[in-house]
């Protein structure tokens, strides 16, 4: 059984989609959800799933001494960041190589970097008359949304999308295809 550690600082729909997911897996097991955020609603879906909690703000993240022994304690094995904000320390890129992935609203290499999250992306997107959006999974690098890409999936978009309709149109996306794509990358990287 491998165990996961979901990474998260927003409302949580994506974590609480994986812990549904796995919940049944005879080979992943959510076993810890981390948010940088107290108020992080993620943490009620994760409580409500039964999977432990913790908060790391800043100063706990990018604390080795705090981070380390916090996911040992979990036998964590594999980090998936689902809507996590901050920056990845490079101590846990280093712990973790190629066991860390991220889940970007847009098509990488485009609308990523230093504040693309959320509706910053979509309301790029629209401002750019863009005819396409999708998600991206790709491998966590000390490069923010700089890995090498693991999964694209792509969704039309209409010149009369508002940018509430980019987003919820990129987040069927993610609500259907993310847990394969983190099922499939674990079973490659683990069981084969």
């Known amino acids: 059984m491998i165990n996961i550690a979901i990474f998260v600082s927003g409302s949580g729909t994506n974590c609480e989609n994986l812990i549904k997911y796995f919940a049944d897996s005879e080979r992943v097991k959510c076993a810890l959800v981390v948010s940088n955020k107290a108020d992080a609603y993620a943490l009620v879906r994760a ?23 916090l996911l040992q304690e979990h036998a964590i094995e594999f980090i998936v960041l689902a809507g996590f904000l901050p920056l990845v320390p490079d101590f ?21 970097g230093k504040g693309m999250w959320g509706h910053h992306v979509h309301e790029a997107v629209k401002a750019a008359g863009e005819t396409e959006t999708g998600m991206t999974v790709h491998w966590v690098t000390p490069v923010c949304d700089g890995g090498e890409i693991i999964a694209q999936y792509r969704t039309p978009l209409l010149p009369t999308d508002s940018v509430d309709d980019i987003a ?11 847990p394969k794509v983190v099922e499939q990358v674990i079973d490659e990287t683990f069981f084969s």
């Not at 846990?92 to 992935?101: G, T």
């Open 47 to 69: 409580q409500n799933h039964g999977v432990p909690t913790a908060i790391a703000p800043k100063a706990q993240l990018n604390d080795a001494g705090f981070m380390m022994p």
């Open 168 to 178: 919820e149109k990129e987040h069927e996306l993610e609500m259907t295809y993310f």
């Open 92 to 112: 846990l890129i280093e712990a973790f190589p190629r066991r860390i992935i991220n889940i970007h609203p847009a098509l990488l290499p485009k609308y990523g």
